[in-house]
């Protein structure tokens, strides 16, 4: 039976040399990648590479060819990550991409705009008066970072986000987290930690947070959990 294996080996080795990948696979842009549907099946989402910028492709899957491209306007932005807030808005994190193969780096800004490319809106960070296009209302500029933390199933208008002021220090930190309007930008608090540090968040899908981990202002690495919405945060663990 080994020589067999060997016999067939030994056939195909020619074959296996002649099939080398050619150096353009490694080094070709990338086509659309990090798809995601919309919560009601009609579109779906992806990002995809123009020039120096990573843009947002939403196609109508009733109509591919509506394809609608969108960036962040008003400077040079990239789209870091994305999220349907609802059937047709999308919320999106940006980034600045400096060279057309450079990773891009997260500005902790939050824009958002609706699948047909209508109702931009600068929803958070700290070139709000700098926006400019139809349909974007200014906003307060807010010198600090701020990421999804989760959508709502059930609230299309609003999202968990997570933020972090760029003023703090190493032993004031505290991540905050706010109900976010992807309408108009307004902010209400969410029912986060109020323990010093820099936190990541899971919520539940009413938006309650349910779950931290974090450094504290020791550098010592912290979670948090709570079994039920308004109970006490308990102390799971620190390393």
Same mark, same amino acid.
């Given at each position: 039976?080994?020589?067999?294996?060997?016999?067939?080996?030994?056939?195909?080795?020619? %074959?296996?040399?002649?099939? $080398?990948? !050619?150096?353009?696979?490694?080094?070709?842009?990338?086509?659309?990648?990090?798809?995601?549907?919309?919560?009601?099946?009609?579109?779906?989402?992806?990002?995809?590479?123009?020039?120096?910028? &990573?843009?947002?492709?939403?196609?109508?899957?009733?109509? !591919?060819?509506?394809?609608?491209?969108?960036?962040?306007?008003? +400077?040079?932005?990239?789209? %870091?990550?994305?999220?349907?807030?609802? !059937?047709?808005?999308?919320?999106?994190?940006?980034?600045?991409?400096?060279?057309?193969?450079?990773?891009?780096?997260? *500005?902790? $800004?939050?824009?958002?705009?609706?699948?047909?490319?209508?109702?931009?809106?600068?929803?958070?960070?700290?070139?709000?008066?700098?926006?400019?296009?139809?349909?974007?209302?200014?906003? *307060?500029? &807010?010198?600090?970072?701020?990421?999804?933390?989760?959508?709502?199933?059930?609230?299309?208008?609003?999202?968990?986000?997570?933020?972090?002021?760029?003023?703090? *220090?190493?032993?004031?930190?505290?991540?905050? &987290?706010?109900?976010?309007?992807?309408?108009?930008?307004?902010?209400?608090? %969410?029912?986060?930690?109020?323990?010093?540090?820099?936190?990541? +968040?899971?919520?539940?899908?009413?938006? $309650?947070?349910?779950?931290?981990?974090?450094?504290? !202002?020791?550098?010592?690495?912290? &979670?948090? %959990?709570?079994?039920?919405?308004?109970?006490?945060?308990?102390?799971?663990? *620190?390393?």
């Amino acid at each position: 039976m080994l020589r067999i294996l060997l016999g067939l080996l030994a056939l195909c080795a020619p %074959a296996l040399a002649a099939a $080398e990948v !050619p150096l353009s696979v490694f080094v070709a842009k990338q086509g659309l990648h990090d798809l995601k549907i919309s919560p009601d099946g009609d579109y779906v989402a992806a990002k995809v590479q123009m020039k120096s910028q &990573t843009a947002l492709a939403i196609i109508p899957l009733a109509d !591919p060819k509506k394809v609608v491209k969108v960036l962040p306007p008003g +400077f040079d932005g990239s789209v %870091a990550d994305y999220y349907w807030a609802g !059937p047709g808005r999308v919320v999106i994190e940006v980034a600045m991409q400096y060279g057309s193969l450079d990773w891009p780096a997260r *500005t902790g $800004e939050l824009w958002a705009v609706d699948a047909d490319g209508k109702n931009e809106m600068y929803l958070f960070g700290y070139r709000a008066p700098e926006a400019v296009g139809s349909n974007i209302r200014r906003v *307060t500029v &807010t010198y600090a970072d701020a990421e999804v933390v989760r959508t709502l199933p059930d609230d299309p208008h609003h999202v968990i986000i997570a933020v972090d002021d760029w003023n703090s *220090t190493a032993d004031n930190a505290s991540t905050h &987290t706010y109900r976010l309007n992807v309408d108009n930008g307004i902010l209400d608090h %969410a029912d986060g930690i109020s323990a010093p540090g820099v936190f990541s +968040f899971l919520a539940d899908r009413t938006g $309650e947070i349910r779950y931290a981990v974090g450094s504290d !202002p020791d550098h010592h690495v912290v &979670t948090y %959990a709570r079994p039920i919405p308004g109970a006490e945060w308990k102390l799971i663990n *620190t390393s």
